[in-house]
């Protein structure tokens, strides 16, 4: 079964996360794992690694590698370099930093990004599809493409397009083509306010689909989708209405396909009151196929309402079917969803890192205990205070000043449009304790 192996509390509300690229490929290393806030700090953890012989009581610690106040106001995005050398974050400030991913310390940034007519633009997403290339998307729906190549480093962008009206809410580099000799992403795919673009890294703005009626709020790709006797990549959406919108790679126009993620009906009237899907990630077939033996492609999507739910949308008999339902957060929707690929997991198995109001949970294929066996001793996720950054960025009384702003601040809440949360109790209290099962 699919259980929580550890619970990490957080000092602010969480705005956006990052796992560090290299977890699909190692497999005796801890994994980093980077946190951006509504405080503006940025949190990044070492995750231990998954035990292949684990001892009876091996527990695992989960580290502080380091922590900085970043930026002035909200930390809004952040993203790995190509390569995992690097971190990149981007604040409410328009500020852009680059730093090292072990240290935390800045090795350069950019200046605050504006509009053409040089008003203040803030950043909504940061990607970084090749090693040439940083992506940066902001709340007047431009998309700037940076050539890392530029020396020293970029100062200003290579192009600039608009390919929405209303800000970017979503960014996916689609597969490379079977052709392709560099192996590398070259098409984006992006969605703002009722359309979807693709934007290819050299051409420009290759299409815009037709307005699809309902906010799109993520995206993802699923590639190896047998559709019509044949193999295909699929795009999915995700809106703010609760349903996932399917759209076959080349026919951008409009989507081909729906699945109703949320069907609960509320209100008085009988009206229908859905969550929206703010995260849209593809799962590792070993998180499921360990035990649920599906055939399909499994997506997993993070609600508004703090729910995490899986989608099989493709696979025979399976296809578009629900896999799974677990629940991050009672009151605080899921703003962050990444996976391991499962290599060296216990039974293949990969992990699961959601993020959103003020926790991160840590998920796991756990194998049921056997009768008669006791249950292993729980240890604690420990919180480093480290403060690693060397670009000059707040001192400890400007933290305090600017952590006690950021609460009246309307702006730090996350920019995605959500309805309105129920109210009550948050995971700022008690530090929450949780175990490692099984890693040493």
């Known amino acids: 079964m699919i259980e929580t192996l550890c619970t990490l509390p957080l000092p602010s509300d969480v705005f956006t996360s990052a796992l560090h690229p290299s977890t699909s490929t190692s497999t005796s290393t801890p994994t980093l794992y980077t946190v951006g806030l509504a405080s503006g700090h940025v949190i990044t953890y070492r995750i231990p690694p998954p035990s292949t012989s684990p001892s009876k009581t091996g527990l695992g610690i989960c580290e502080t590698a380091w922590k900085t106040h970043r930026h002035k106001g909200s930390c809004r995005c952040i993203c790995y370099s190509w390569d995992g050398a690097n971190i990149v974050s981007a604040g409410l400030d328009g500020v852009v930093k680059v730093a090292e991913s072990e240290s935390g310390r800045v090795v350069w940034k950019l200046g605050g990004v504006c509009t053409s007519t040089h008003d203040p633009d803030p950043p909504t997403l940061l990607s970084s599809p090749t090693p040439q290339t940083l992506l940066l998307a902001t709340d007047s729906s431009a998309l700037h ?7 020293p480093h970029p100062t200003r962008p290579t192009q600039t397009h608009h390919p929405h009206t209303d800000y970017i809410s979503s960014l996916t580099a689609l ?3 079977q052709t392709s000799s560099s192996h590398l992403p070259r098409q984006i795919l992006t969605t703002g306010g009722t359309t979807l673009a693709i934007t290819d890294l050299r051409k420009g703005i290759l299409a815009q689909s037709e307005d699809q009626e309902a906010e799109l709020l993520s995206s993802c790709v699923v590639s190896g989708v047998r559709r019509r006797g044949r193999g295909t990549d699929l795009a999915v959406t995700g809106t703010g209405e609760g349903v996932l919108l399917l759209w076959e790679r080349g026919a951008w126009d409009d989507q081909n396909g729906r699945i109703v993620a949320d069907k609960h009906v509320g209100g008085g009237g009988g009206g229908v009151d859905r969550e929206s899907i703010d995260v849209l990630k593809t799962a590792p077939g070993s998180l499921f196929h360990h035990y649920h033996h599906t055939t399909g492609k499994i997506i997993a999507l993070g609600q508004g309402d703090g729910k995490i739910k899986f989608v099989n949308v493709g696979g025979g008999a399976g296809n578009n079917t629900f896999a799974g339902e677990f629940v991050h957060d009672e009151f605080d929707g899921v703003v962050g ?3 391991e690929d499962g290599q060296g997991g216990e ?3 990969g992990r699961m890192i959601s993020a959103g109001g003020r926790t991160v949970k840590i998920w796991g294929v756990e194998e049921e205990s056997e009768e008669g066996e006791e249950e292993e001793s729980e240890g604690e996720c420990e919180e480093g205070d480290d403060d690693n950054d060397g670009d000059g960025d707040e001192s400890e009384e400007e933290e305090k000043e ?19 949360k129920k109210q009550g109790q948050n995971n700022s209290g008690k530090p929450i304790m949780g ?3 099984g890693i040493d």
């Open 347 to 349: 039974g293949g198995a």
């Open 435 to 437: 175990a490692f099962r």
């Open 175 to 177: 597969p490379p083509s």
């Open 337 to 339: 969803l990444d996976f």
């Open 402 to 420: 600017e952590e006690q702003s950021s609460d009246s601040d309307s702006d730090q809440k996350p920019r995605k449009r959500r309805k309105t």
């Open 145 to 151: 493409l940076y050539d890392l190549r530029t020396p």
